[in-house]
């Protein structure tokens, strides 16, 4: 920290914060300015996920309203730490997840989420892809396509007979339920209620203050919809506000599924077997689809 930030500056206690499903979380207090400091760390020496994190946040910091902690210096390499993390700004607040609000205040959140996302999803570009890169690709099923069979492929020994014959057949015929009807659009990329930071302090009247761990990348806007609705971030009045300046397309809800198909099977890779039926279901539900 002395390194990357203050030589003066002293670590005067350590708490765990949200997160640590992968990365460890915790807050530094110290004795000087910044008083706290978030230190996302990880054990490997892999710096890059971090590096592309702390581009990300200076995205969204210099391109968009979308609040988001200002990240201050990558650690790697650093012989008092065999690892890699990110430092950066702490935010005050808790996890949407975990707040108390009342049902004005949560009416209030959703109207908030929504005036954010309009104007995060404002944001185009030509192809899609990261938004750290220039290239990217014409097609979103050029980008979204190989995301989903590799899922496919990690998984699949853990799915009955049935669902991976309909999977393997739903990914052959891919553009037949994700058609190419979108816009290059920025996204947060895994947007729900523990990623996004809150004062809860009035109950009636709560405050969205930053959005975290957000990938920056250029999406079909329905892959980061669709995860809202999943894990029911976004309620029916988010979607009622959010409609009136970009609508949905007929067929979001059947497209829906497909996304949370991908995220279904990307739960059971990093987290395990414990999300095997929530993904045999999904499969259940578009082989029933499939038929109408």
């Known amino acids: 920290m002395r390194r990357h930030l203050d030589p003066e500056l002293t670590v005067t206690g350590a708490r765990k914060l949200y997160g640590g499903s992968i990365n460890r979380v915790v807050e530094w207090s110290t004795d000087g ?3 706290s400091i978030v230190a996302k760390l990880h054990n490997s020496r892999n710096v890059k996920s971090f590096e592309r994190e702390m581009l990300s946040l200076i995205t969204y910091r210099e391109h ?3 609040p988001v902690p200002e990240p201050w210096a990558v650690v790697a390499d650093d012989p008092d730490f065999d690892g890699a993390g990110l430092l950066m700004e702490k935010i005050p607040g808790i996890t949407l997840a975990d707040a ?3 049902p004005r205040g949560t009416a209030i959140l959703q109207n908030q989420l929504a005036r954010y996302l309009v104007d995060l999803h404002s ?3 030509s192809t899609y892809g990261s938004a750290l890169q220039d290239r990217g690709e014409t097609r ?8 989903i069979e590799k899922e496919f492929h990690h998984v699949r020994e853990f799915l009955s007979s049935n669902s991976r014959w309909f999977i393997d057949d739903l990914l052959k015929n891919l553009e037949d339920w994700l058609p190419e009807q979108s816009t290059p659009t920025l996204v947060h990329g895994d947007l ?6 809150v004062a809860d302090n009035h109950p009636d009247e709560p405050q969205i203050l930053a959005f975290i761990d957000g990938l920056a990348s250029y999406c ?5 919809l669709a995860y809202l609705r999943m894990f029911q971030t976004a309620d029916d009045s988010f979607f009622e506000l959010y409609r009136r300046r970009h609508p949905l397309r007929p067929g979001f809800s059947r497209r829906c599924r497909v996304y949370w198909l991908n995220t279904m099977m990307m739960h059971i890779r990093v987290f395990g077997e414990r999300y095997v039926p929530a993904c045999e279901e999904l499969a259940g539900q578009l082989k029933t689809l499939a038929t109408k």
Not at 140 to 147: E, T
Not at 220 to 224: K, N, R, V
């Open 220 to 224: 079909d806007p329905e892959y980061e």
């Open 192 to 197: 729900w209620s523990n990623n996004i930071l």
């Open 123 to 125: 944001h185009h570009r």
């Open 64 to 66: 968009t309203t979308l």
């Open 140 to 147: 979103w099923l050029d980008n979204f396509g190989p995301v």
């Open 100 to 102: 108390k609000v009342s």
């Open 33 to 35: 300015e910044p008083k």
